[in-house]
Each structure stands twice: as structure tokens, then as C-alpha cells.
């Protein structure tokens, strides 16, 4: 069984290919020369001895090398995550060696391949850099080494550690970038902006006897009365207000943008948001919803809610239905009893489904401060902004004109009836979104 084993990993090296094919030519050329053919048959026995001492090397040791593949907890989506390869040899010659790592099956990478050499009783680092595109669990499957001596006749196989799995959640790493933005004064360089909050606000904290320097803006005439002296109101600065996060999940969602879908998008913008909500001392929620309600998360700023958070968002996909605006405005009626911040993840392509939903975000904004976050399809907007020449070329930048101006007009529509709304890139989702959250909060709109 040893002897299969062996045989199995062992495979043919480039170099012993060539050497055969120049024997072949030798001995073929032989037949009319027959010096020729000494010289062949005497290259023959060298290439077999030395093959046969490159295998000696290479199986003097029953297992001289071991192997490792070090993956992080977990994945960040839409990210460069890093692998780290732990190679360790117990040869005593310098090898060759080369990587095949089993990737996960969503990758679809059939050609990947690592490159080194492994100096003898040494261990190695290797590092390479993968990005998934969707979240959910990844399976990877064996680690191969093929090793090789200087001579290159032989190679021998060595596989390494079962199958593991490791997941894919919303992408932290942008989460983490945006959150310290959020706070850094330099941050204006990466697009967040500095807005001036407000010295005044509204929320009322106690009644006290007025002295000499308090606003008397302030003044309590009511309760000045009742004393027979001067009463002033003191306010203190709004703290945990809640805000919810409502991501759509239908089909409109499905649109893909660089390789990630507008849902993809909207996931890691509602993270980061969260975040920079948390680290503000508001309550955060969630309500996913297409066609049915698929996560509701009371709004919260506790230790580990987070989590829960990223939790919630780690398994959802997009649904192939409408999504119904009626349930979701009957949900928020029942379960969201206070006035909080909304902020709405969803997308329309024409006007005729805004205007089928408008009323249900008509009532919401009514009892709330409601955000419509929707997305510019910016490769209609540079193809409406091309030049062209030919008639078809012509029609092409005629739609993209009409339906980017749609998009324009949809804007005005929901601005008309007093709805706030942000049309915005997918690229640019994230630091749109939390500029918007942070000067609503600095104008104590909420």
C-alpha cells in the first residue's frame, strides 16, 4: 500500500520530458547513423542513474515536508483578505517547490499556482490575496505541494489538511475605515464632510431658578409664575436616537455593479452606517423585507449588538419578487412606535414603480424623518455623456439620456412631497450615506 502511495504522488518533471525527446531524436537518427546511437544509448543509462538518484532524494525521507494553510475567522466581502501558507521542509537539499491550493468553488480559479524555493530545514511564509463577491460560507479543499530537486526529473506531491470552511460576512473592513473617518478630523480628505452642529437643542432635561448669564431665551414664564420667580429650561444634547436601517432585498436589488450586486452595496453601506450610528450613541435597527419581512432588529446601542447586526445581515440574499412597501409600512406602524431615523436601501428604474410606492413612503415620512437611498446606474451616465457618430450609437445615448433624466425626475418627485433622498453611485453608497446621517444629526432635524 506504501508502494501505491508513493506512486501516486509521484509525478514527471519538464526537464525529463525534454531529455526523452532529445533521445528520441538521437535514436531516431541512430538508424542511419550508428554513432549516433551509442551516443544515444550511453545518455540513456546517465539520464536513468540520475533519475534514479533525483527519486532517491526526493522519497529519502517518508514525510520531509509539512504543510499549513492559516485562514482569518472570517472574510470581509468585496475585500482583499489575506491567506497565509506555512511550508516547512526537513530535506536536506534546496527544493523547488510549487502551490496549488484548493479555492473555494465560488472563485472559479482554475489556474492558481504559487511559486518558491525552500532552503534545506527551513519554514516559509507565503501569502496571497483573495476577494469574495457574495456572502455566505466558502469551502476550501486540499493544499498540494509538488516538490522538486535542482535537477527537475521528478516531482513528488504532498497534500496537506481537510476540507474547511470559512465565512464570508458583510465587509468589515469597510465598516472599520469609514468608523475612524467618521471621527478623524482629516476625514474630509476621503470624502466625509465636516458639518457644524448646532448649539442649541431641543431636548429638555430640568426647570431652575434663572441667575445672571443663562439665555433667557430659555425663560420658563409658566413656571415663573408659579414660583414668583425666574425659571429658565435647561436642555441637554440629543443622545440614542434611534435609527433604522431598511435594506430591500427584492429583485430590483439583484443589479450587479463591479462584479458585487446592488444588494452587496447596500449590506456593507448599512454596516458601516451602524457603526458610526453606535459610536454617536444612537440605537441602531434593522428591517430587511422583500415580498415578506425577512429580519427585524429592534433599534439598540448595547454591547454586542453589533454583531447581531452583522449576524443578521451575514445570510441574505435577494428575492426574484416585488417587494411589497405596504407590509413594510405596516411592520414600521406596529413595531416602531417612536419617531426615528429611516434610512431605506432600495433602487427604481422607472418612475411608474416609484409612483406605486410613494404613498407608503408618504406615511412613513409623516410620523418619521425618512431617507430614500437609491442608486445612479453611472455606466448609463458616462454612455448618455459619449460621443458617437454612428445612428446606432445615436440611439444607444438617446436611452441613456431618457432613463438617467428618469432617474432625475425621481428625485423631484419625492423632494416635492417633502421626502429626503440621495441618488448616489454604488462606489460612493457608503460615504454619501453616513455625510447625510451626520448633518441631519448636526441639524437636530430628527
Not at 509525478?11 to 551516443?39: A, K, M, P
Not at 517547490?97 to 516559509?124: A, H, N, W
Not at 493544499?143 to 521528478?154: E, K
Not at 442608486?375 to 454612455?383: A, G, I
Request: net charge positive; charged share 20%.
Amino acid at each position: 500500500m506504501r508502494l501505491i502511495g508513493w506512486f501516486k504522488s509521484l509525478f514527471i518533471g519538464r526537464y525529463l520530458l525534454i531529455y526523452l525527446s532529445i533521445l528520441t531524436v538521437l535514436f531516431l537518427f541512430g538508424y542511419w547513423w550508428e554513432w549516433l546511437f551509442d551516443i544515444a544509448l550511453v545518455l540513456s543509462v546517465i539520464l536513468v542513474m540520475a533519475t534514479m538518484w533525483d527519486a532517491l532524494r526526493l522519497y529519502g525521507k517518508r514525510q520531509g515536508l509539512s504543510g499549513e494553510r492559516l485562514l482569518p475567522e472570517k472574510l470581509s466581502n468585496g475585500d482583499e483578505n489575506q491567506i497565509e501558507l506555512v511550508l516547512k521542509s526537513d530535506f536536506r537539499v534546496m527544493l523547488i517547490v510549487e502551490v496549488i491550493d484548493e479555492l473555494p468553488v465560488q472563485f472559479q480559479s482554475r489556474d492558481f499556482l504559487l511559486c518558491t524555493k525552500l532552503s534545506p530545514g527551513s519554514t516559509q511564509k507565503m501569502t496571497y490575496t483573495l476577494r469574495p463577491k457574495a456572502r455566505g460560507e466558502y469551502s476550501f479543499g486540499e493544499l498540494h505541494v509538488f516538490i522538486q530537486t535542482s535537477l527537475g526529473l521528478l516531482k513528488r506531491r504532498f497534500s496537506f489538511g481537510d476540507k474547511s470552511t470559512c465565512k464570508v460576512y458583510p465587509s468589515f473592513i469597510h465598516m472599520g475605515r469609514y468608523a475612524f473617518m467618521a471621527l478623524n478630523p482629516k476625514a474630509s480628505t476621503e470624502g466625509i464632510k465636516k458639518t457644524r452642529r448646532l448649539g442649541h437643542t431641543l431636548e429638555f432635561e430640568h426647570i431652575k431658578e434663572y441667575v445672571p448669564g443663562d439665555d433667557i431665551r430659555n425663560m420658563n414664564w409658566k413656571a415663573s409664575a408659579k414660583k414668583a420667580d425666574l425659571m429658565v429650561n435647561v436642555f441637554q444634547e440629543q443622545k440614542s436616537q434611534p435609527l433604522y436601517v431598511l435594506l430591500d432585498t427584492g429583485r430590483a436589488m439583484k443589479m450587479p455593479f463591479n462584479g458585487l450586486s446592488l444588494l452587496d452595496y447596500g449590506v456593507n453601506s448599512a454596516l458601516a452606517f451602524a457603526n458610526v450610528g453606535l459610536r454617536k450613541q444612537d440605537k441602531v435597527g434593522l428591517i430587511c423585507f422583500s415580498n415578506q419581512i425577512h429580519q427585524a432588529l429592534p433599534a439598540s446601542n448595547r454591547k454586542g449588538h453589533l454583531r447581531n447586526f452583522s449576524d443578521s445581515l451575514y445570510r441574505l440574499e435577494t428575492h426574484f419578487l416585488d417587494s411589497d412597501f405596504g407590509l413594510l409600512y405596516a411592520t414600521i406602524n406596529f413595531k416602531i412606535p417612536t419617531r426615528s431615523l429611516l434610512v431605506l436601501y432600495t433602487n427604481f428604474e422607472h418612475i411608474g414603480a416609484l409612483k406605486r410606492q410613494l404613498p407608503y413612503l408618504q406615511g412613513l415620512n409623516r410620523k418619521h424623518l425618512l431617507v430614500v437611498v437609491i442608486f445612479e446606474n453611472t455606466t448609463l451616465s458616462v454612455l448618455a455623456q459619449s460621443k458617437t457618430d454612428s445612428v446606432f450609437g445615436v440611439y444607444k445615448k438617446t436611452i441613456a439620456q431618457k432613463l438617467t433624466l428618469e432617474k432625475r425626475q425621481m428625485i423631484l418627485e419625492m423632494e416635492r412631497r417633502g421626502i429626503s433622498c440621495l441618488l448616489t453611485p454604488p462606489e460612493q453608497l457608503t460615504v454619501n450615506t453616513i455625510n447625510r446621517y451626520l448633518s441631519i444629526k448636526a441639524k437636530n432635524l430628527l
